[in-house]
């Protein structure tokens, strides 16, 4: 263990939490707890950077300053669920025989109701709220699976989103074009809402890069084959957040936490195959090639993780280390070897340590 490890009065505590979302909980309800002068003391740490999302949507109201040293992945944003709903339309299209009197392909009415009951649509029609609702009632009062939007008359309850977009013979590089059009009419909706409107113009830049593309490669005849493309360039996409470093909580991945000191730390994730990730990158080059000819391996990866991580905590009088209990995958539910690691040896050479363990459970009353 590093030298400063083993001095001072240091207070760790070790909390099992069952799913990601209760973990953004229970870290907020941590920090939450602490004045002012406190979280410019303090750092969040997301070893699953898929987890800020949560975090955000479940801040704390003490927690008044935070800066974020991370991206927000685009895949990650709650509009990204609703473009992939949208997205899905025009694949059914393609394969739908199901046509109304004018030639427009007619969808399921599932589909019609997952859309109509999205918070995109709702905000859309705020002058009219029920104006969704009343659709969906219509769908289930015909009695009838398929309709199209014209059968439907959404001209107004999706008005950023023509009938143009949902007929099946317009080109994949019009459709992209219509939404990147139609991001650019969300935007005064979203304005208030800062992460929200990052994330519009993320996925405006997608689509007209994409539209772009489209038309000078007229080569993708299929929009199942375009939604396939879509669906690889989006996870690679992340939103630059804006914050103020000298004030309030620092926010940030593991990486991000080189070389600084904190007084107190909240990690999140530490599960094994997220911190370390272990064996989890993929490779055409064998391990026993890699150790014969002295390449980089998982072994030297998660060695400069476990140096990043004790570094972190050379500093810290005040640690929490929260990891999930949930059955994700295999191994995904046990708790990372660095917690066990401590466990056992940061006692041995710190007498001033005090460890402690805590298991927090959720219980569902049923009602009859």
């Excluded at 019609?112 to 969906?136: C, G, M």
Aim: aromatic share 10%; glycine share 4%; charged share 25%.
């Amino acid at each position: 263990l590093h030298q400063k490890l083993k001095e001072k009065p240091r207070m760790v505590e070790s909390i099992a939490v069952p799913g990601n979302n209760l973990q953004a909980h229970i870290a907020n309800g941590i920090l939450g707890g602490l004045n002012p002068s406190e979280q410019n003391e303090t750092a969040l740490v997301l070893a699953d950077e898929a987890l800020l999302s949560s975090f955000l949507n479940t801040l704390h109201p003490n927690i008044e300053a935070f800066n974020l040293t991370m991206g927000l992945g685009l895949e990650n944003s709650p509009l990204s669920g609703f473009f992939e709903l949208l997205l899905e339309f025009p694949v059914e299209a393609e394969r739908s025989n199901k046509l109304d009197k004018n030639g427009a392909p007619r969808y399921y009415h599932r589909k019609w109701d997952s859309l109509l009951s999205s918070f995109v649509v709702r905000r859309i029609n705020t002058v009219n709220a029920k104006a969704p609702d009343e659709v969906k009632q219509k769908i289930k009062t015909s009695k009838a699976l398929f309709r199209s939007y014209s059968e439907l008359q959404l001209e107004s309850v999706l008005a950023p989103f023509p009938e143009k977009y949902f007929r099946a013979e317009t080109p994949a590089h019009e459709r992209f074009l219509l939404l990147a059009n139609s991001c650019l009419e969300l935007k005064d909706l979203f304005d208030s809402s800062q992460n929200l409107s990052e994330a519009l113009f993320g996925f405006y830049s997608l689509f007209n890069q994409l539209a772009s593309l489209l038309e000078k490669y007229p080569y993708v005849k299929k929009f199942e084959t375009a939604l396939q493309l879509y669906r690889e360039i989006l996870p690679d996409l992340s939103l630059d957040l804006k914050g103020e470093p000298l004030k309030g909580l620092q926010v940030m991945g593991m990486l991000e936490t080189r070389a600084l000191d904190f007084k107190r730390l909240v990690i999140c994730s530490l599960n094994e195959g997220i911190l370390p990730k272990g064996r989890s990158e993929n490779s055409l080059i064998p391990f026993d090639v890699k150790k014969k000819f002295k390449l980089p391996t998982y072994l030297d990866k998660d060695a400069v993780y476990a140096y990043h991580f004790y570094r972190l905590l050379q500093g810290a009088e005040e640690v929490y280390l929260l990891h999930g209990t949930s059955d994700r995958g295999l191994g995904s539910a046990e708790a990372s070897r660095f917690i066990e690691q401590l466990k056992i040896e940061w006692p041995q050479k710190n007498k001033q340590l005090k460890i402690s363990e805590r298991i927090i459970s959720t219980k569902a009353k049923l009602s009859s």
